[in-house]
């Protein structure tokens, strides 16, 4: 199994590697990965993002280049400095 994260608007692959053989399949763990590589966040999701519209989207798939086929997806919104949440900025 493969976990590969994409930028949902470039499509540009931002981490990509094969699973360990007992690794737990946690998009949110993958997606602050990513998240701490561009030096921001992952925003607190009150509910469901609709597939492609978050900034990133992490995928689990059995083959690393094979996009037709996933086993389980999710979309994040990265937050930045700034970003308003609530009842205060960040």
């Given amino acids: 199994m493969f976990v590969v994260v994409t930028d949902n608007r470039t499509s540009e692959v931002l981490y990509s590697r094969r699973m360990g053989p007992h690794e737990k399949m946690e998009a949110r763990k993958f ?3 990513v998240a701490d590589q561009h030096f921001c966040s992952i925003a607190p999701s009150d509910g469901h993002i609709p597939s492609g519209s ?5 995928e689990f798939r059995p083959r690393k280049n094979d996009s037709l086929v996933i086993w389980s997806g999710e979309d994040f919104y990265f937050r930045h400095e700034g970003d308003y949440t609530g009842d205060r900025h960040v």
């Fill in 31 to 33: 997606a602050d990965i």
């Fill in 54 to 58: 978050g900034d990133i989207r992490v």
